[in-house]
């Protein structure tokens, strides 16, 4: 979990904890308007940021991760309008992704591959939280970097291409009811489309500790969303499970 900062200066550490939470807080930041326009159908660039519910433009002081949040007790500053708990805990976890993978490899590109991938899993929750969505752009988005880990820490595509091959195949077997017919395609679910992506990031020689982990994770979130008479949210145990997995890769290998 420390590999990278265990020999170096506890001042280097000092600064790279600051300077991970600051990025981190900020690409938080702009995940939250991804969770917010992506449902809606509505371009990241076609207007500045503003209240979903009353439209108006927000200012600078509205903008800071978390702090403003935490400052506006979670309101919006001109219609008083709540705007839901998730937006925070993105941009808290997000900082506090970029902070483990800095701690786990430094500022190379494992971090920057793992941080991406971790902003794509938060959001992909995020929306499904607040909106019963998995947005397919997100997944697409988690392909991509899935295919580029796995080519970086295997030297060959044929990780992924089996990963991904056995995810496919779980998914289909474990939700086959649900696998629809669109002209001559077949279409996985959700949930099956979760679990190729998942095979996909960890390579074929992770996927029996990926199914572990998962399964065990879905299992306690399902039992604590029975217990709070709440909405069981499926990619919260994936987006945990994948993120350990790719964090800490050593895991993986059972």
């Known amino acids: 979990m420390f590999d ?28 939250c308007s991804l969770v917010h326009r992506l449902p809606r159908g509505k371009l990241m660039l076609d207007k500045p940021p503003y209240c979903g519910t009353c439209g108006t433009l927000l200012e600078t002081r509205d903008l800071f991760p978390v702090l403003s949040a935490l400052w506006l007790r979670h309101r919006c500053r001109f219609c008083k309008t709540p705007f839901p708990p998730s937006h925070t805990w993105t941009e808290f976890l997000v900082g506090i992704l970029f902070v483990l993978a800095f701690f786990q490899y430094g500022y190379d590109e494992h971090f920057f591959l793992i941080s991406f991938i971790g902003v794509f899993l938060i959001t992909l929750a995020a929306i499904d ?33 089996e990963g991904a091959l056995y995810g496919v195949l779980l998914g289909a077997l474990l939700w086959h009811k649900d696998v629809k017919k669109v002209g001559h395609i077949y279409v996985l679910p959700p949930a099956a489309q979760l679990m190729a992506v998942g095979g996909l990031v960890v390579g074929g020689h992770g996927i029996i500790t990926f199914l572990i982990v998962y ?40």
């Open 129 to 161: 939280a607040n909106e019963n969505m998995v947005i397919g752009k997100i997944l697409a988005c988690l392909l991509v970097c899935g295919m580029v880990y796995r080519t970086l820490m295997d030297a060959t595509i044929f990780g992924f291409m």
């Open 215 to 254: 399964a065990w994770l879905a299992l306690m979130f399902f039992l604590w969303s029975i217990a709070r008479r709440k909405r069981f949210v499926l990619t919260i145990p994936f987006g945990i499970a994948l993120t350990l997995l790719v964090m800490y890769p050593s895991v993986a290998f059972f």
């Open 4 to 31: 990278y900062v265990w020999d170096i200066k506890i001042g280097y550490v000092i600064c790279g904890i600051i300077w991970s939470l600051q990025c981190g807080f900020s690409v938080g930041n702009y995940a």
